[in-house]
């Protein structure tokens, strides 16, 4: 369980923006996926099955509360203050804004990819969509990313 | 080309055509976003995020049953459940019957149903390997754990806190 809770946590920040809210997801997440272990058939991976949990309730959140505006979080190293560092900083925190404007279901595909690493085939299983849909819906992101990203400048 | 074609290029892989890109002014400008994007993606994508202190403990304290006591799945005419202090119990018996261990200590927390989580202390003698010596101490109470209470101990932390030394 050690290994699986920053993972956990991290798809959770992602999808919300809010760290308060992502341990709260995080955590009701955890508990759930805990409890049902004595049900957890091995019919996919065990994070697959984990990583469904945390984005369902993501999406839940979402839903129940539309429009998330997120809170600061330190994305800068510390100990690095050069204009360079500070401006790559400040389109860091855009970036992460662009992602939390995505619709819920680009949103958790692009994040499950690009965050997390996993295949397609993966991503289909934890969304409970086809492959061809979770391309569909990375590339749509992406495109949308990209648009976002120059308003920025 | 294709601004999804592009975009393609830098995020997946897919093939470039480099003489087209070469000439095309529209195409390097694009490429250039795209690839300053990417990199931005990337570096958010290996920024350390770690789960707060104290996720996984709350966790554990809302999946232990009433009492601290582990719930066994399955029973036809009413529930059992163990206690997590007779799971230590065991568990320490366990750990202080392997040779080279003079004292244990446990702490158990409910995992679930029928599952348990052990935290292990040990004083041990000096002399035996403590990697192989945790290993024979995990090894034993998860046996006598199941054999005694039913529970399954799903995960054991071992710690070697001291050495006992010999009687002068």
Known sequence: MRRHQDSTYRVALRMLGSKVDAEDAAQEALVQAWRGLATFRGESAFSTWLYRIVTNRCLNVRAARGPLEPLPEVLVDRGSDTLDALERSERLHALVRGVLELSAGQRAALVLREFEGLSYEEIAQVLGVTVPAVKGRIHRARLALLEASSRWR | ?168
């Open chain 2, 1 to 168: 080309m294709e601004l999804a074609a592009l975009v393609a290029q830098v995020a997946e892989g897919a093939p470039a055509d480099p003489a087209h890109q070469g000439e095309c002014p529209y195409c390097q400008a694009a490429l250039g976003r795209i690839r300053e994007l990417w990199s931005d993606v990337r570096a958010l994508a290996t920024f350390p995020v770690r789960a707060p202190r104290g996720l996984l403990d709350e966790v554990r304290a809302r999946v232990s049953g009433p009492a601290g006591a582990v719930t066994l799945p399955d029973v036809t005419r009413g529930n059992t459940q163990v206690s997590e202090g007779v799971l230590a119990g065991v568990a320490r018996e366990a750990a202080q019957a392997v040779p080279g261990v003079a004292f244990a200590s446990v702490l158990a927390h409910a995992a679930g149903p029928g599952s348990v989580v052990l935290r292990v202390r040990l004083v041990t003698a000096y002399g035996p390997s403590l990697p192989v010596l945790a290993a024979a101490v995990r090894e034993r109470i998860v046996t006598h754990v199941r054999r005694i209470t039913g529970v399954r101990v799903t995960e054991v932390d071992v710690s070697v806190d001291d050495l006992a030394t010999p009687a002068a």
